[in-house]
């Protein structure tokens, strides 16, 4: 009798990654032989890689099961992994960084606890080895203010390493939001979420490709997309400086009217002065930042777009 085997894709966004994706592979390609009560695809996103990243996949093509995805230029790792969610045809899609700072192993444990009923197992770090100590307080009051912030509980010491089932990725492929934080629309989505303990590795080779600049767009997409709290926030900061400085201008009036020296307070009121245009222009630049994901949004550009596909059975798919 032939059984149909179910399918797990696995999706790996690359960008110039050529010190570690052969080794990527194989530990993948061993990952397959490990379960093969399950066929094993490996779905490569390549975002605009200028290194040798696409040569070395492609010379992998021949294999079973490898398929990979070419950007026109980079559009960043949220992006390749929602292509990878777009494209991926497994029962389960599990994603997965090309340079091994998550331990391809751990697949298979969540993979068991993927049948045990949970729609989404995701990795939670133990240990976080080779991050700079920057690099953790930041992460950790991010994900401080992120929960104060939104409604959605967003889990921390999380990354995008996670399976999901099929229901969980229909639903991520309709939501076509723009500036995207995956963990957070994960979580957003509901369904059985459990977390899976692991150790964060060092990563293989090469450095990491999320400088300062991409993880402040990062943080604020998690912030601005999950909360609009920031408006209140400055609403309420306005309205308690209004009324402070309804009391100088009190202050100011008696002065004036009641004694001769109100030539005095020059120091208070450049100090008023200054702080309210202060709080009025991070106000005014909190607005700025939905106002310009809502022009991002109408915009309605595609996500992404594929230079080309390699390793697909109808390549047009
Ligand atoms: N990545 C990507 N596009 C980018 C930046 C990163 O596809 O613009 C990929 C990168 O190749 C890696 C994963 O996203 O597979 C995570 O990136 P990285 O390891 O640099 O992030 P870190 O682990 O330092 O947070
Ligand atoms: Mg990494």
Redesign the pocket.
């Known amino acids: 009798m032939n059984v149909i085997k179910k399918k797990i894709s696995i999706v790996i966004?690359?960008?110039n990654?050529d010190e570690s994706i052969q080794v990527t592979i194989d530990r993948l390609t061993l990952l397959k032989q490990e379960i093969n009560d399950y066929d094993l695809e490996l779905l490569f996103i390549d975002?605009g890689s200028t290194d040798n990243t696409v040569n070395i996949i492609d010379s992998n093509i021949n294999k079973n099961g490898i398929k990979l995805v070419c950007f026109s230029r980079?559009f960043?790792?949220q992006i390749?992994v929602s292509a990878g969610i777009d494209l991926a045809d497994g029962d389960a899609v599990v994603l997965i960084?090309?340079?091994l700072?998550d331990p391809p192993e751990v697949i298979i444990e969540m993979i068991k606890i993927w049948n045990s009923g949970y729609d989404v197992v995701y990795g939670q770090r133990k240990e976080r080895a080779g991050e700079s100590y920057f690099k953790l307080l930041t992460a950790k009051y991010f994900y401080k203010s992120l929960n104060y912030l939104s409604n959605t509980a967003i889990p921390h010491d999380t990354g995008d390493f996670r399976l999901m089932d099929k229901k969980v990725i229909e639903v991520l492929r309709s939501m076509p939001e723009k500036d995207r934080f995956l963990r957070g629309m994960i979580s957003w989505v509901g369904f059985n979420q459990i977390a899976i303990e692991y150790n964060r590795q060092p990563?293989f080779a090469g450095e990491?490709?999320?400088p300062l600049r991409?993880m402040i767009k990062f943080a604020l997409d998690g912030i601005l997309s999950f909360s609009t709290k920031p408006l209140k926030i400055s609403v309420g900061i306005g309205l308690i400086c209004a009324s402070i400085s309804l009391l100088g201008i009190l202050y100011a009036i008696l002065m004036r009217v009641l004694t001769n020296n109100w030539v005095e307070g020059w120091t208070a009121l450049m100090i008023a002065v200054l702080f309210i245009g202060g709080v009025q222009l991070v106000s005014v630049g909190i607005l700025g930042e939905y106002i310009g994901r809502i022009y991002n949004e109408i915009k309605a550009r595609p996500l992404y777009i594929i230079k080309n596909k390699n390793g697909f059975e109808n390549e047009n798919k």
């Open positions: 966004p690359c960008f990654e975002d980079n960043g790792h390749a960084d090309a340079d700072q990563r990491s490709k999320y991409k």
